[in-house]
């Protein structure tokens, strides 16, 4: 998603939502409905979350400096990590209030419940749509997606009961229809959170395969060992690589780096790659079988006279 895109995605679905919150807490207080109560409740942490994510989104874009040599790019995942707790969070605090009313149904005003709750339908699913496309490659828009989605999902879920309390008059059935929504939620929202605490971490992002660059490396006859492969993401959109390769003598290198490095942007989307390459010669730290030195990677250590590395 280009960044005007993000930035007038993040612009309507802060706006819309803010609107939405006051309008859906003074019907469900009117209402009677725990269910349009805790959505509206739902929909402002939506609202602290996406601008949470709005401002990291607009840090990561300016310029590194001497001491911050990536820039604010980090703070991407940061957001998302933060979005993916207060979700959580935001889904336990339904969760407990729709068993209370479980136990101690109110009466519940079936035919507001069903308009407020369309209206939250239309502007989440459209808001959440803003969000789709970036969020399969950028984990701050997906916890955007994932909370107006989940909003959206709850609204349907009003939506329904108010129908079937306005036909049956069955006002226990408005927490039930939240719990079950906040149940099916959880799984996508506990993904969430184990995704961003992995990037936090700086562990390989889940759309590279790891073990598949192993394999590239493998694969080229010309290097006969590789070390110090590491893949950590710079943001929630970006990740970058180093590696240390012992190539044959005689090996060009420059078409071995442009080949490694069009590879690794074509299959893994890795265009930050910074990759060292030695030549290999009879010394006792290199090992002489293919396949030893691949067990023991760190048995390869940079000449200072024959290393060479490219930086993109």
């Not at 308009?115 to 701050?140: C, H, K, M, P, W």
């Not at 927490?175 to 605490?197: D, K, M, N, T, Y």
């Not at 006792?284 to 293919?290: A, F, I, L, Q, S």
Request: glycine residues 8%; aromatic residues 6%; contains cysteine.
């Amino acid at each position: 998603m280009a960044h005007d895109g993000t930035n007038r995605a993040f612009a309507v679905g802060v706006a819309l939502n803010l609107i939405f919150v006051f309008i859906e807490a003074g019907a469900g207080l009117a209402a009677g409905s725990v269910a349009l109560i805790a959505d509206a409740g739902h929909n402002l942490s939506d609202v602290l979350t996406l601008l949470l994510g709005w401002g990291a989104s607009l840090l990561a874009t300016r310029a590194a400096t001497s001491q911050r040599t990536y820039g604010f790019r980090k703070l991407t995942v940061i957001a998302s990590l933060v979005s993916s707790i207060v979700l959580l969070l935001a889904l336990g605090g339904i969760a407990w209030e729709s068993l209370g009313r479980i136990l101690d149904p109110d009466p519940v005003n079936g035919g507001l419940v069903i308009v407020i709750a369309a209206i939250g339908v239309v502007i989440n699913t459209a808001t959440a749509s803003l969000f789709y496309a970036g969020g399969q490659t950028d984990l701050n828009l997906r916890a955007a997606f994932l909370h107006l989605a989940a909003d959206a999902a709850i609204s349907l879920g009003v939506l329904v009961a108010g129908v079937l309390i306005l036909r049956y008059g069955w006002a226990w059935l408005d927490p039930v229809i939240s719990l079950g929504i906040v149940l099916i939620l959880l799984a996508s929202s506990w993904h969430l959170l184990r995704e961003s605490f992995d990037l936090v971490i700086d562990a390989v992002p889940s759309r590279i395969d790891g073990d598949a660059v192993r394999q590239l490396l493998d694969h080229e006859t010309e290097i006969r060992a590789w070390t110090n492969l590491h893949i950590w993401p710079l943001s929630t959109a970006e990740a970058a690589l180093t590696v240390h390769l012992v190539t044959d003598p005689g090996c060009d290198r420059d078409a071995l780096l442009h080949r490694l490095r069009e590879q690794l942007r074509l299959r893994f989307g890795l265009s930050h790659t910074t990759i060292q390459i030695e030549q290999w010669h009879s010394s006792p730290r290199h090992r002489t079988d293919r396949a030893a030195s691949q067990g023991a990677r760190t048995s390869a250590e940079p000449s200072l006279f024959e290393a060479r590395s490219a930086y993109a």
